[in-house]
């Protein structure tokens, strides 16, 4: 079916009936235009030229607009693997971990190092990371990640004791680290405005999947072999590795880390590769220029970057009568020439991150983004999910399905994110998504207070399995749950007594005819916990779990983009790390309970859905360096500036072009969050109202 290009300048698929009335109808339009400009009745071999020129051109579009969309999903797909792998690599866990723990006979603190050491590897990976990419670039940064990926992950499957495990832990982290970071910045550095939150949620939907594609293996070969299948799971993460590796040793660099380092010819050429005429790749171009220009007084960038590529500083405006063959001004193409940014070393670029006013402010908002992500439980379920099914009383293997087959709900959340990013919103899918996860927090821990209390009552207690510590409650041995929960104690017919898997220690502590249960009492609520959970992927996936890497990617200005990133996804990985490496402390019954844990859980994702509402701006269909121009605004908050469609100005209307001429910072401010603004010396917007 052909394409042709619609008013917009978009291109839509039309059948070939509609198209041959198209060229009748464009062939009829130049006979009667040439009428009435006094040429001939009959149309002249000039006109059909014409024609001919025009409809040869618009094949060289259509043909140019299916490359470009080729190479951009082949692009998308391939730095997209690297969150497959993000994903696969911290999903996996969740079902290896069992078999491992009897492998190796793996203590509870044994355990958390195995899965939190990887987090910690990840979170110092992604610090660094943003150094790397300044220095070595994004591609090169994907390509080294992929090699750490296939050498952890060889590592992991030929482990043979806790120490080598640990190592391979390690080393599969250090490419988490590079990869989360670096994909999602690579992906919205190349896309095209009107698709980059598309694309960049392509590469969290891949994390999701990768973490039920984990799941689903984690089942297969706990079934197919239950004491060596582990070193499967966590070896096969090597095979998109290497395609992730092959694939990008065909694919471009940035161009806007090219213009950063002064490769402006490489750049403006990956431009015009990935979009689909030459004009907007020019267009880009001059925007990415200015974006990496500091800021003078006025607000105009300048073209005198750190000690002054022009040497006077001179306008961009200025002198433009002369235009190069791409459509830019003869001071513009200097620019191209001269506007990179000095080497500095990581110290002074990041006090100087800090000490720039919109840069702190978008990174504040990044950073708590990725930490309210994180403390609202999600990598507790990812990670221990098998366990907190074991926790409700299911089976070990019941419980791997279980984990693999819940993790498919984020998948669902997150495909449907995919659709809904550049039509509804990043701002109003964080927002609902925040509010669907905190009711959802609260119905899981529900349903794991349900499971005590519903248990088998426990009548009759015996020495250490009588009670224990507690914070939150008073100890006492009271149901079933409470009791299997003890080590080294079991029940049965209403006592509860010590023992292990094959019985109690003493039988005249049991009744006679009862049944010894060990490890899982009988829980009515079971099927409520498999709900509230499905609930709490479904929900945080349609919203939390691509959003935040899609927002961090775009809020950022070129100059300090990389090492931005690297903050907002250490501050992820850290956050990452903590819940990790304490959830089975705090849910432990001395502690809060695996109840209070989830409701703790709870309490964080309301926090965050309060302070989210005042502070989150929307940047749906902004270039990148529209998107910076938003935290230019001071105020004692953030700009929550909302593109709706009732907001976005008519172009037809005269008062509201001139409006936004007079007044180009005031941008569809809601009613409640609207101020008036003068300007300072430093020509930053300062609320006086």
């Not at 120490?163 to 490419?175: D, S």
């Not at 899982?520 to 609930?535: D, E, I, R, W, Y």
């Not at 907001?647 to 101020?675: G, K, V």
Request: net charge negative; glycine share 10%; charged share 20%.
């Amino acid at each position: 079916m052909p394409l042709r290009r619609d008013l917009n300048g978009g291109w839509k698929r039309v059948s070939a009936k509609e198209a041959q009335n198209h060229d009748e109808l464009t062939a009829e339009d130049a006979f009667q235009n040439q009428s009435r400009e006094g040429g001939t009745v009959q149309m002249s071999s000039r006109s059909h030229d014409g024609d001919y020129n025009g409809w040869a051109s618009e094949g060289i579009r259509r043909v140019r607009s299916e490359q470009v969309m080729r190479k951009m999903r082949f692009l998308t797909g391939m730095a997209a693997i690297g969150g497959f792998l993000f994903g696969y690599d911290t999903g996996v866990i969740s079902g290896a971990m069992l078999p491992m723990k009897r492998a190796f006979s793996l203590t509870p603190s044994q355990q958390e190092v195995v899965v939190s050491i990887t987090v910690l590897a990840a979170f110092f990976s992604s610090a660094f990371g943003g150094n790397l990419n300044n220095i070595w670039g994004r591609r090169i940064c994907i390509i080294f990640s992929a090699f750490t990926f296939v050498a952890g992950s060889l590592v992991l499957f030929v482990a043979w004791d806790y120490p080598v495990l640990v190592c391979g832990r390690v080393i599969v982290g250090i490419g988490i680290g590079i990869t989360s970071l670096t994909a999602p910045m690579y992906i919205a550095e190349v896309a095209v405005p009107e698709m980059r939150g598309t694309l960049v949620t392509v590469n969290a939907f891949l994390v999701t999947f990768g973490q039920f594609f984990a799941g689903m293996v984690d089942g297969f070969f706990d079934d197919l072999m239950p004491q060596h299948g582990w070193r499967y799971m966590l070896g096969l993460a090597a095979v998109p590795a290497i395609v992730m590796l092959c694939g990008f040793m065909w694919l471009p660099e940035s161009p806007r880390w090219l213009v950063m380092k002064g490769r402006n010819e490489e750049a403006s050429a990956v431009l015009h590769g990935l979009r689909d005429a030459d004009e907007l790749a020019a267009q880009e171009l001059r925007e990415i220029r200015q974006s990496v220009a500091p800021v003078t007084r006025t607000g105009s960038r300048r073209t005198g970057v750190q000690g002054g590529a022009l040497g006077n500083g001179a306008s961009a405006t200025e002198n433009e009568s002369t235009n190069d063959p791409l459509g830019n001004s003869t001071e513009d193409f200097s620019i191209v020439a001269n506007c990179h940014i000095t080497e500095e070393s990581f110290i002074d670029r990041f006090s100087a991150m800090l000490a720039d006013r919109p840069t702190r402010r978008a990174l504040i908002l990044g950073c708590g983004l990725m930490a309210v992500q994180q403390f609202s439980g999600i990598n507790t379920v990812m990670y221990y999910a098998a366990s907190i099914y074991e926790m409700s009383q299911f089976d070990e293997n019941t419980s791997v399905w279980l984990s693999g087959f819940t993790a498919l709900a984020q998948v669902v959340g997150i495909g449907m994110s995919i659709y809904l990013v550049d039509r509804t919103g990043r701002r109003r899918l964080v927002l609902m998504s925040l509010a669907a996860v905190t009711v959802s927090l609260l119905g899981l821990g529900f349903s794991f207070y349900l499971a005590r209390v519903l248990s088998e009552p426990v009548l009759k207690a015996f020495g250490e399995c009588d009670s224990r510590p507690a914070l939150v409650w008073d100890g006492l041995t009271s149901f079933c749950y409470d009791c299997t929960q003890i080590p080294g104690c079991g029940f049965c017919g209403g006592h509860c007594t010590t023992g292990d898997e094959t019985g109690p220690s003493d039988l005249n502590m049991c009744p006679s005819g009862s049944e010894w249960v060990y490890s899982t009492c009988q829980n009515p609520a079971g099927n409520l916990s498999v709900f509230f959970m499905v609930a709490y992927l479904l929900a945080f996936g349609i919203g939390m779990g691509g959003m935040p890497w899609t927002i961090t990617s775009e809020i950022y200005p070129l100059r300090y983009r990389s090492l931005a990133v690297s903050c907002s996804t250490a501050t992820n990985w850290i956050g990452n790390l903590i819940v990790a490496a304490t959830f089975l402390s705090i849910s432990s019954p001395q502690v809060l309970t695996a109840y209070g844990a989830f409701w703790l859980y709870a309490l964080v994702a309301l926090i965050g859905l309060v302070w989210l509402y005042f502070v989150l701006p929307e940047t749906k269909g902004l270039s990148l360096e529209e998107i910076e121009d938003l935290f230019r605004c001071e105020s004692n908050r953030y700009d929550r500036i909302i593109f709706d469609d009732d907001d976005m100005p008519d172009d037809d209307d005269d008062d509201d072009d001139q409006q936004s001429e007079e007044h180009p910072d005031e941008l569809s401010m809601p009613p409640f969050a609207t101020h008036d603004y003068d300007m300072d010396e430093d020509d930053a917007p300062r609320s006086s109202g």
